[in-house]
T-cell receptor, first 117, second 113 residues
Framework: NAGVTQTPKFRVLKTGQSMTLLCAQD?????MYWYRQDPGMGLRLIHY???????AKGEVPDGYNVSRLKKQNFLLGLESAAPSQTSVYFC????????????????FGAGTRLSVL | QQQVKQSPQSLIVQKGGIPIINCAYE??????FPWYQQFPGKGPALLIA?????SEKKEGRFTISFNKSAKQFSLHIMDSQPGDSATYFC????????????FGPGTSLSVIP
């Protein structure tokens, strides 16, 4: 199984450019998440989705938009990139069934390293 | 109240030593505490997890100790190896918000031969 796949792996943008990060999971998970990871700040939740067609804001949603048109895909968009959005972005997914059992094992992709100049 | 605190920020131990990473939380609604391990260039992966109704959980060389009254928990790595060198994140989740996990800032562990 591929698990959680993120594309692209690396990207350099100029300020003001837009781009979309793609996350795909093949585990039939209901929940999907986008995080950003910055030195000394751990993982901060940007947006998440509890099912196809639904999205919700996380801790740091400003400057980002998301869409979950298909259960297996979760897209993160930057409409007008800013240097403050230079970061490593991680997508994760988890199973609702595990959530109901009181767990939340999140499976992460390998990350997208984004630099905004 | 959602914050999870973690210390130290970085840790260097010799092979065979027992690194200890400490975490603390405030939100008493948290009822599931996972630890994630992240190697350079990779995404985090679940290492071990504990519920507050037990004081200790062991999986191989990894042990979580949990102090519910102090709202603190820690990760111990017995007989540490250079292959354990990674960043470790503690985290917490409340059953009432089972779709969200709050992560600590991480600890960078280096195990030197």
């Amino acid at each position: 199984n591929a698990g959680v796949t993120q594309t692209p792996k690396f990207r350099v943008l100029k300020t003001g450019q837009s781009m979309t990060l793609l996350c795909a999971q093949d585990m039939n998970h209901e929940y999907m998440y986008w995080y950003r990871q910055d030195p000394g700040m751990g993982l901060r939740l940007i947006h998440y989705s509890v099912g196809e067609g639904t999205t919700a804001k996380g801790e740091v949603p400003d400057g980002y938009n998301v869409s979950r048109l298909k259960k297996q895909n979760f897209l993160l968009g930057l409409e007008s990139a800013a240097p403050s959005q230079t970061s490593v972005y991680f997508c994760a997914s988890s199973s609702m069934k595990e959530g109901e059992r009181g767990k939340n094992i999140q499976y992460f992709g390998a990350g997208t390293r984004l630099s905004v100049l | 109240q959602q914050q999870v605190k973690q210390s130290p920020q970085s840790l260097i131990v010799q092979k065979g030593g027992i690194p200890i990473i400490n975490c603390a939380y405030e939100n008493t609604a948290f009822d599931y505490f996972p630890w994630y391990q992240q190697f350079p260039g990779k995404g985090p992966a679940l290492l071990i997890a504990i519920r507050p109704d037990v004081s200790e959980k062991k999986e191989g060389r990894f042990t979580i100790s949990f102090n519910k009254s102090a709202k603190q928990f820690s990760l111990h790595i017995m007989d540490s190896q250079p292959g354990d060198s990674a960043t470790y994140f503690c985290a917490a989740r409340a059953t009432t918000s089972y779709d969200k996990v709050i992560f600590g800032p991480g600890t960078s562990l280096s195990v030197i031969p």
